[in-house]
């Protein structure tokens, strides 16, 4: 079946790294993707790793991906106030028209 | 091109009303796709065109939704009939697909609809 889970909340310290993690049960994903909410606005895409890698970095940016365990993991280094907002990892089904298929999101607070 | 765009940005109408939405995908996109995100969850895969074709429909999407995309561009989404459990932001995105490659889905800005 296809569930995308994602912890909630996490509150950070402007400066401080951020670790969103997301897990998914189909095996047959093939992207993998982050994207970010701001409020009342739609989905920015930051980026995505395709299902064969393990590691995917884009500046401040890094992102995990655990087959085995099928766990996906979003670092955000030197977070800023202006990275708060909810983030959504999503898994993209191969033959199933590449529709995406989206966790509940995390809400990140960054504090100063 | 500035991306996806969709129109209206808000919309709040009378249960029983019939309400339609338009989204224009990025020029060069083959594919579009409509979601809907209700408060505190994540977007739910509604349906997806590729060109003019309607190729895939949720269970989410009852009879009292319709979507078209009748000439591979611009796509519009109506809701007959609508009801207080509608009221959700309704998203579209876009992408290039050819066989065997798949680009990234873009979203627009999305169409908030209140049902009161």
């Known amino acids: 079946g296809e569930d995308v889970e994602q912890s909630l909340f996490l509150s950070v310290r402007e400066g401080d790294s951020s670790v969103i993690n997301c897990t998914y049960t189909?095996?047959?994903?093939?992207?993998l993707y982050w994207y970010k909410q701001e409020p009342g606005a739609g989905l920015q895409l930051l980026t995505y790793?395709?299902?064969?890698?393990d590691m995917k970095q884009d500046q401040r940016l890094t992102v995990l991906l655990n087959k085995k365990d099928k766990h996906l993991s979003l670092r955000i280094a030197d977070t800023q106030t202006g990275d708060s907002a909810i983030y959504f990892c999503?898994?993209?089904?191969f033959g199933g028209g590449d529709k995406l298929i989206f966790g509940t999101g995390t809400r990140l607070q960054v504090f100063p | 091109d500035t991306g996806v765009s969709q129109n209206p940005r808000h919309k709040i109408t009378k249960r029983g009303q019939n309400v339609t939405f338009r989204c224009d995908p990025i020029s060069e996109h083959n594919r579009l796709y409509w979601y809907r995100q209700t408060l505190g969850q994540g977007p739910e895969f509604l349906t997806y065109f590729q060109n003019e074709a309607q190729l895939e429909k949720s269970r989410l999407l009852s009879d009292r939704f319709s979507a078209e995309r009748p000439k591979g561009s611009f796509s519009t989404l109506e809701i007959q009939r609508t009801e207080q459990g509608d009221s959700a932001m309704y998203l579209c995105a876009s992408s290039f697909s050819e066989s065997g490659y798949q680009e990234t889905q873009y979203f627009g800005p999305g169409t908030r609809l209140l049902v009161l």
């Open positions: 189909d095996s047959s994903s093939t992207y």
């Open positions: 790793i395709f299902s064969n890698m």
């Open positions: 999503a898994e993209s089904i």
